[in-house]
């Protein structure tokens, strides 16, 4: 059995990962921050792997517990039309701490006005691996689609801003209605969140 300690107080993404990981039985045994040892860590990197890697580090040196295999994840949309924003900065993207509705109506400020392939968007994840004192090791994944004109009825789920306006091209689904299923209700699609952990839990394996 492999520990692995995912190092992200993000609710939404430990259930997307948690959901993913259950097909790895008990081969993969996952960890998330709580109440008890969840932490506050600067991300001032400014590129996806600068901070994946400041959040699997920061863990290690806290939890200081060599069972595990930390990693970190940082994830973003980039928008081309946009010169790539928000990138890393999604949270701070008008320049202060900003709430998920802050984000989603300042996209759809930004975005007005662009059409066709203007309005194109590629999710990324990058998983920053540490374990002792070796090398870290880096997974990756993607998901193109497109920004919508106008935000869809979606549930809200804190952590995930553009979940009721990104559309994922590759399955013609909106990205809310994916959150939903399971990998194996979508005809094997994954997030680019899945295909990063993907990568990470059949290199450990």
Not at 21 to 28: D, L, R, S
Not at 43 to 71: C, M, P, R, W
Not at 116 to 139: I, K, M, N
Not at 187 to 200: I, M, Q, S, V, Y
Request: with cysteine; charged share 25%.
């Amino acid at each position: 059995m492999i520990k692995v300690f995912v190092a992200t107080s993000n609710k939404g993404k430990q259930t997307e990962i948690a959901k993913y990981a259950e097909q790895y039985g008990k081969n993969i045994q996952l960890a998330f921050p709580d109440h008890t040892n969840e932490i506050k860590v600067d991300e001032s990197g400014t590129t996806f792997e600068e901070n994946a890697l400041l959040k699997a580090s920061a863990y290690q040196k806290h939890l200081n517990d060599s069972s595990f295999i930390y990693v970190g994840d940082d994830s973003g949309i980039k928008i081309p039309a946009l010169n790539d924003e928000p990138g890393v900065f999604t949270r701070r993207w008008a320049g202060y701490e900003m709430t998920d509705k802050e984000i989603l109506d300042y996209c759809m400020e930004k975005m007005s006005g662009l059409v066709g392939d203007d309005r194109s968007a590629v999710f990324q994840t990058v998983l920053a691996v540490v374990q002792g004192d070796s090398e870290p090791r880096y997974f990756r994944g993607t998901m193109p689609g497109h920004i919508l004109g106008q935000p869809i009825e979606a549930t809200p789920i804190e952590g995930f801003p553009f979940r009721s306006i990104f559309w994922v091209d590759e399955i013609n689904r909106p990205i809310y209605e994916i959150h939903g299923l399971s990998p194996e209700n979508r005809g094997g699609f994954l997030t680019h969140r899945e295909k990063a952990f993907k990568e990470l839990f059949e290199a450990l394996s």
